[in-house]
């Protein structure tokens, strides 16, 4: 990583948009959050059923995890990425920070250990096989959420991977 954050150290700002609370806090400003992120064009799975830019979401908004359960947002974070790794299931793909989890047939893994043929776990309970892994530049603002109510998984491009309170518990 070329950078360690985007403003320093933990960021808390509290202005209102969109009659939400606006709280970022820096996603790689120290070695547990490190590469545990999202590319900002990533779209999540919100509670009515739309589906919104990583980049677009605030506190308070709802979210649709895994298996139905509806969460809101605590929590956006936000880092810098030099290089993401990208993965292509059928002609769906997710760029994420190399330790990202991601939800697989055989449980929860960082991305990086990902490798073609693996199968995924997908939105709606199904599963797909990765065509596809590769190291991309990016050189970006990188997104994770939390939740209340603690450690969830979230549909991010129809993908089920983990929130940052999944990513802290688990690694």
């Known amino acids: 990583m070329k950078k360690n954050n985007l403003n320093s150290d933990i960021v808390s700002k509290g202005k209102a948009k969109n009659d939400h609370q606006i709280n970022y806090h820096v996603c790689s400003s120290n070695a547990s959050n490190i590469g545990r992120c999202?590319?900002?064009?990533?779209?999540i799975l919100m509670a009515d059923g739309s589906l919104k830019k990583i980049d677009s979401i605030h506190i308070g908004d709802t979210i649709l995890g895994e298996g139905g359960d509806t969460m809101s947002v605590s929590v956006v974070w936000t880092g810098y990425e030099d290089l993401l790794y990208k993965?292509?299931?059928n002609?769906?793909?997710?760029?994420?920070?190399?330790?990202?989890?991601?939800?697989?047939?055989?449980?929860?893994?960082?991305?990086?250990?990902?490798?073609?043929?693996?199968?995924?776990c997908l939105v709606n309970e199904e599963t797909g096989v990765i065509d596809a892994?590769?190291?991309i530049f990016y050189n970006d603002v990188v997104y994770?959420?939390?939740?209340?109510?603690?450690?969830q998984l979230i549909v991010a491009n129809g993908f089920?991977?983990?929130?940052?309170?999944?990513?802290?518990?688990?690694?």
């Not at 994770?144 to 450690?151: C, E, F, V």
């Not at 089920?160 to 690694?171: A, E, K, P, Y």
Request: hydrophobic residues 40%.
């Open 91 to 120: 002609n769906a793909t997710l760029s994420m920070s190399r330790n990202h989890p991601i939800q697989t047939c055989d449980g929860v893994v960082r991305a990086v250990d990902l490798k073609v043929g693996m199968k995924v």
């Open 87 to 89: 993965i292509q299931v």
């Open 160 to 171: 089920i991977v983990g929130s940052m309170d999944l990513q802290n518990t688990l690694f």
């Open 133 to 135: 892994v590769e190291d």
């Open 144 to 151: 994770n959420l939390s939740l209340n109510g603690g450690y």
């Open 38 to 43: 999202l590319s900002k064009d990533t779209m």
